[in-house]
DNA sequence: CCATGCAGTTAACAACTGTTCTCCGTAAGG
DNA sequence: CCTTACGGAGAACAGTTGTTAACTGCATGG
C-alpha cells in the first residue's frame, strides 16, 4: 500500500529520528525532565523552531522513544518465554537474551530503567501501559503451558508480573556492568539465572497445599 | 555529650532542613537532574546564595535526601524479616510495614524510586550502598534461620537481593494506590503478599535436588 | 565586653531556556 | 506549469538559571 513515500516526508522522517538520537544520547548522562528542546535542536545542528514540527514537547517526544524502546520488543517476549521446555534451558536462554539486548541497545534500556518512575507523567504512563501488556502476554503464554493446571487467571498474572519485574531488574544490572570486566558480567548472569531458577521452583510447587 | 548544641547551629540545621523539605516536595513532579537551586531557595523563601552554605549544588542534596530516606531505616528491616516464624504471619506484617511505610512517608519513596536509576551519579551511587547494605543485613538475618541449612552464602546473598528488589516493587506499587480507591491497594497488597509467598515457596524447595 | 566568624542578603553577570512571528525555498498536486 | 502547503531558518521576547562579589547583623568564644 505504502508507495516509496516522497522525498518530502522521507527528509522529514529523517530529522524526526535525527532528533530522537540525539535525545537518546543527551538522555544517557540526564533526565528527561530536565532535556531541553533546544539542546536537542543544538545536538542535531537544526533550528530550535523545527522542533515543533515534529514534537509539542520534550515530554511528548519521550512518549515517541519509549514506543521505539519497548514497542518492537513483544514477538521476543513471546518466543522466549516458551520455548523449549526443559527448564534449565529456557531460563538460561532468557538470560542471554536480555544481555544481547542490553548489549544492542544500551541506551534504550537506560532510558526505559530512567524514566519508569521518573518525573514526566505521560512518559511513565505509556512505559507502564508498554509493560502491561509484556505482562498480559507472559500471562498468554505460561497458560498454554501444562504445568500451569489448576492456576488462577489472577495467580498466572501475579507470576507474569514477577517475571516482568525481573526481567526489568535483570537488565538493569547488566546495564551495569556494560564497562564493567567480564568477571562482573558473568556474576550477573549467574544471580539472574539463579533468582529465575528459584522462582520457577516456587511455580512448580504453588499448587502443592491445595486439592 | 553534644549538650543542646547552640541557637546559631540550630538555626542553622533548621533552614537546612527546610531545604531537605522544600526539595523533597518540589520532586514529587520532577527529577533531581532538573531541579534548581533557585527554586528550591524560593520555595523556603531565602536568598539562593544562602543555598551554598548548606549544599555545594542540588547533587549535593540529593545524596543527603538519600541518607534521609534509607538511612533510619535499617532496624525495621532487621526487625522484620525475623519476627515471627510462621511463615503467612512473616509475609502479611512485611507487606502491612511496606504500606504503612509508604503512607507516612511518600515522598521520600517517590524519591528513591526516581533517582534510583535517575540522571545523577552520585546519587544513584548513594543509593545503590544504601540498597547493599539493605541486601546484606537480609542475608544476615536469612542466615539465622534454620531453613537456610545447606545454603551457600552466594545463595543466600541472591535470595535476599529478590526480597529486597520485590520490597521496592511492592512499595512503588502502593504509591501509585495513594489516590486511588481502598479497592485498589487491596488489590496490590494480595499481589505482593502471593508473590512473596511464591518466592518464599521457591527457597523451601531450593535444595531439593541437591543431596 | 569586644573582636571574630559565619548564616544569610543584595546586586549583578553572562548564559541559557521555551515560545512566537515572520520569512524562505521547494516538493507536491492539480 | 503554477500555486499551495509545509519543513525549516532567523530573530527577537521575557524569564530563568548558576555563580561571584561585597555587604550586614549577630551569636560566639576569649
Redesign the pocket.
Known amino acids: 500500500m505504502s508507495h516509496t513515500?516522497?522525498?518530502?516526508?522521507?527528509?522529514?522522517q529523517?530529522?524526526?529520528q535525527a532528533l530522537l538520537d540525539a535525545a537518546l544520547r543527551l538522555l544517557e548522562e540526564q533526565s528527561l525532565s530536565s532535556?531541553?528542546?533546544?539542546?536537542v535542536?543544538?545536538a542535531v545542528?537544526?533550528?530550535?523552531?523545527?522542533?515543533?514540527?515534529?514534537f509539542?514537547?520534550?515530554a511528548d517526544l519521550g512518549v515517541a522513544l519509549v514506543e521505539e524502546a519497548l514497542g518492537s520488543l513483544h514477538p521476543m517476549i513471546r518466543t522466549t518465554v516458551s520455548a523449549v521446555d526443559d527448564h534449565d534451558e529456557r531460563i538460561k536462554r532468557a538470560v542471554e537474551l536480555i544481555a544481547r539486548h542490553v548489549d544492542a541497545y544500551p541506551a534504550h534500556v537506560r532510558f526505559i530503567a530512567r524514566e519508569r518512575h521518573g518525573g514526566v507523567q505521560p512518559v511513565r504512563e505509556a512505559i507502564r501501559e508498554q509493560l502491561a501488556r509484556f505482562t498480559e502476554e507472559v500471562r498468554t503464554e505460561l497458560a498454554k503451558d501444562p504445568e500451569s493446571a489448576g492456576w488462577s487467571d489472577d495467580d498466572l498474572l501475579m507470576l507474569a508480573g514477577l517475571y516482568v519485574d525481573q526481567m526489568l531488574s535483570t537488565a538493569s544490572l547488566f546495564l551495569e556492568t556494560l564497562e564493567a570486566p567480564e568477571e562482573e558480567r558473568r556474576r550477573v548472569e549467574r544471580l539472574a539465572t539463579r533468582q529465575l531458577r528459584l522462582i520457577g521452583i516456587g511455580r512448580s510447587h504453588w499448587r502443592d497445599g491445595t486439592t
Open positions: 513515500l516522497g522525498i518530502r516526508q522521507a527528509q522529514k529523517k530529522t524526526r532535556l531541553g528542546l533546544r539542546e535542536t543544538r545542528g537544526v533550528a530550535p523552531t523545527a522542533f515543533y514540527r515534529h509539542r514537547s520534550t
